[in-house]
């Protein structure tokens, strides 16, 4: 009878054994949910119908932390295999081909040893995906500026998903989808724009268009998003009229625009400016939708510098930096996919952002603020070069909003008025939008590159200081937040805990914990020794032998 239940018993666990082998059932106990894919994400592997190839180039003699990078990244692509058919190219190229033919460039690591000595070992945080022929890049390593190591490798894990899931989408999608810079009002040119078009043609075909003289109200609707960038003159009525009905069908707009009208030309000349109202003819629609971009400036102690020249000789010019209230470093959200983790944003004559009915169920996000010591400009007024050296204490407001996102049901602003005259449409005015969603930033600085020698720059790179900020990650995440269908896009708002040892208090109490770590686990097994034999001599001891 034992021997049957204990076959039984083996059975069973042999049947349970062969399922959990078999059925892709898996359970994550974890409390970030580290090993577990989004339903965006298991969607779109499923999706794919053909597999997917991957090849990791993390390798070579890694230190601990691009060893858990690595870790990370094979874990995240063992759960995609639970929904695609993924396949381990790593044994099937040669690395350096590939890194040659795709342009990778290595990363220096510099390390110092325990001899006190600096090593340098060069890493390639990449991983190559292909499918149906085709290839894509995959960046691993996230370099944050103002970030330290452990907290760049921590949000490079966090970003895995959506790395990959990015990469798989480029992959797989049949038609590429465009994106709209509209033109016609003073905008910045293409050469002033280049690093943007740059950066959104990697997802999108970039097309420049005007809209004066145009009397189809649906010539938006090919578009996933539209542009309006850095705007100096206002918008006619019918141009309003189609942009508000292109959000009302909708369709996404993200507005970078400036609430304030200067000169930097006379800045530079006569080293100041009047500072007055831009009047766009926009202020009407924002407030429907719900925000105000007001007239104003935002100063803020912590800014860029600029080079003035401090030589009372004009022979001799003595140019140091000075810190430059009106280009305040932005801070960026933690609470949006848009700007999780990316770095300070540039910026320079910023206005500040109110959000107007709050009741209007729109779901609205800062995404951009000043810091805890700023003030505000009010217009009309006068920015001065002579006037470098502000009065601390009258910064004195904290985290101004200049940039807001809004996602719901909008109110158009033509809900009760007649369209233009000239306008063709073959349906009625909309008053109200299906769900959608929008971007207003307060300065029209934040998208613009500047030109050096007639180069174009990266978007956030300032020549004076030599320092890279984050703008070109923040236009672009928005972008792709305003197009995104499939809910990719919130991937990036998937938080790893991140817990680090105390460096010092190892190094110091390094000796105490070899000897706990060498001799607890001894100690134990003898505890548990101990344990068993008398136990034993207990149960046993007093027997005695018929």
Same mark, same amino acid.
């Given at each position: ?40 994400? +298991? ?36 759960? &995609? ?83 990959? &899931? ?47 003289? /145009? ?109 430059? /209230? ?91 008025? &007649?369209?233009?005259?000239?306008? /063709? ?33 990266? &978007? ?76 034993? +001599?207990?149960?046993?001891? +007093?027997?005695?032998?018929?």
């Amino acid at each position: 009878m034992k021997i049957r239940h204990t076959l039984i018993v083996v059975g069973i666990l042999a049947v349970l054994n062969a399922a959990a082998y078999l059925l892709p059932v898996r359970w994550d106990m974890t409390d970030d949910r580290r090993y577990s894919l989004s339903e965006a994400s +298991k969607t779109l592997l499923r999706n794919t119908d053909a597999p997917v190839g991957v090849t990791i180039l993390l390798e070579g003699e890694l230190n601990s932390g691009f060893r858990r990078l690595k870790k990370a990244t094979e874990e995240t692509l063992a759960e &995609m295999a639970v929904y695609a058919d993924i396949k381990d190219l790593n044994d099937l190229k040669d690395p350096t081909t590939l890194k040659d033919s795709l342009g990778l460039r290595p990363i220096v690591i510099h390390e110092r040893e325990q001899n006190g000595k600096t090593a340098q070992t060069m890493v390639y945080p990449y991983a190559v995906m292909t499918y149906k022929g085709r290839k894509a890049v995959v960046t691993l390593l996230k370099n944050t500026r103002g970030l330290s190591g452990e907290e760049n490798l921590n949000a490079s894990i966090e970003q895995l998903e959506f790395a990959f &899931m990015e990469a798989l989408h480029l992959l797989v999608q049949r038609e590429t989808p465009r994106v709209a810079i509209l033109e016609g009002h003073g905008e910045p040119d293409e050469a002033h724009t280049y690093d943007l078009m740059t950066a959104l043609s990697k997802y999108f075909q970039v097309d420049r268009g005007n809209l004066k003289g /145009t009397t189809d109200a649906h010539i938006l609707d090919g578009y996933k998003a539209v542009i309006i960038a850095a705007p100096r003159t206002a918008f006619s009525e019918q141009e309003r009229f189609i942009i508000d009905q292109y959000i009302m069908r909708g369709g996404t707009v993200l507005w970078a625009i400036d609430g304030v009208r200067f000169s930097e030309q006379a800045l530079q000349s006569e080293g100041f400016t009047p500072v007055l109202p831009l009047d766009l003819g926009l202020t009407e629609m924002l407030f429907r939708y719900g925000v105000r971009v007001n007239p104003a400036l935002v100063q803020d102690i912590q800014c860029l510098p600029i080079p003035v020249n401090v030589s009372s000789d004009p022979q001799q010019p003595n140019l140091q930096p000075v810190p430059w /209230t009106f280009a305040p470093l932005l801070l960026t959200s933690q609470g949006s996919p848009i700007t999780k983790n990316i770095g300070q944003v540039m910026s320079t004559f910023v206005s500040p952002i109110d959000a107007v009915g709050g009741e209007d169920g729109i779901e609205k996000r800062v995404l951009l603020a000043t810091s805890t010591a700023s003030r505000l400009t009010a217009t009309p007024g006068e920015v001065n070069l002579n006037e470098l050296n502000p009065d601390r204490n009258a910064f004195k407001y904290q985290y101004v909003p200049v940039a807001v996102s809004m996602e719901g049901v909008f109110h158009g602003a033509f809900a009760h008025r &007649m369209a233009p005259e000239g306008i /063709t449409s073959a349906e009625p005015i909309r008053k109200q939008s299906v769900k959608t969603r929008q971007v207003v930033i307060g300065s029209g600085s934040v998208i613009v590159n500047e030109l050096q020698k007639g180069q174009a720059l990266p &978007m956030g790179y300032d020549r004076y200081s030599g320092m890279q900020f984050s703008n070109r990650d923040f236009i672009l995440n928005a972008v792709l937040w305003l197009t995104d269908e499939e809910g990719l896009i919130s991937l990036r708002e998937k938080s790893v805990a991140l817990r680090l040892l105390n460096d010092k208090r190892a190094h110091d109490e390094r000796g105490k914990i070899q000897v706990v770590s060498t001799v607890s686990p001894i100690l134990v097994l003898a505890l548990i020794g101990t344990f068993v034999l008398i136990i034993r +001599k207990r149960k046993y001891g +007093k027997q005695t032998i018929m």
